[in-house]
């Protein structure tokens, strides 16, 4: 229940800010209310949902500040875990990485027909591939958990109802970053992440604090009621 939840939140059959309202999702789901309160309890745990007292319970709302503070984080976390790997990582990660990037680069962001939340979960796997080594159940997870954070934001750079220029394009970026890893080059890895994150900033920056949240309701339009 609370995949399937969290799985309508990201590709926007809720939209940040939206109501839960607990009759229609009984009716959605085919299930009663209390696995419904559960499942939106845990979901704020993972701040996809917040509670509201006396109000129930709502799409967590997005805003520009909170997705540079998502980025930034990732940005501090992944370097100190590509590091690790640098130090540990064998022959083994190499091939994982070598692999994580050929089912990415397999999919074709100017496809209109892609499915972008397929290539969310190749690009993840991607970026943990190069932290995989690091030795650190603990720090995976903290930054699985932030890259989770920022799927919540994805669709504002990755949508064809943008105009090209707003969209985020790929531009060798993810191959740039393979090839340095794979060189063991960890000053110019850590300057192409560095850039990866900067390039997305940018895309959100374009935007207005004032349309910020409008373009995610374009970004992520509701699909006809079933």
């Known amino acids: 229940m609370v995949s399937q939840i969290r799985q309508d939140i990201l590709i926007g059959v809720f939209l940040p800010g939206d109501k839960m ?7 959605r789901y085919g299930v009663g209310g209390t696995p419904i309160r559960e499942a939106l309890m845990q979901l ?12 129930g319970f709502r799409v967590a709302p997005v805003t520009l500040e909170e997705l540079k503070d998502i980025l930034d984080t990732r940005r501090v976390l992944e370097g100190i875990a590509l590091e690790k790997s640098f130090s540990r990582g064998d022959e083994t990660w190499e091939l994982s990485i070598l692999a994580a990037y050929h ?3 397999r999919v074709n962001l100017e496809d ?14 991607f ?3 190069l932290i995989s080594a690091c030795e650190s159940p603990m720090l995976l997870r903290m930054i699985e958990i932030v890259h ?9 750079w990755l949508n064809h109802e943008l ?9 060798g970026e993810h191959r740039a970053i393979m090839n340095a890893v794979m060189e063991r080059n960890l000053p110019e890895a850590m300057h192409l992440l560095e850039e990866h994150h900067r390039h997305v900033i940018e895309l959100a920056e374009n935007l207005t604090q004032e349309n910020f949240a409008s ?12």
Do not use: C
């Open 127 to 129: 970026h943990l591939s």
């Open 44 to 55: 704020v745990w993972q701040n996809f949902v917040v509670m509201e007292p006396q109000k």
């Open 215 to 226: 373009r995610i309701q374009l970004a992520r339009k509701k699909p006809e009621t079933e």
């Open 21 to 27: 309202q607990l009759n229609e999702l009984k009716q």
């Open 163 to 171: 105009d090209a220029p707003q969209r985020y394009h790929d531009d």
């Open 103 to 105: 089912r990415l680069s």
């Open 112 to 125: 209109p027909d892609i499915d972008y939340t397929s290539w969310g979960m190749l690009h993840m796997n």
């Open 148 to 156: 989770n954070q920022l799927e919540r934001y994805r669709h504002i």
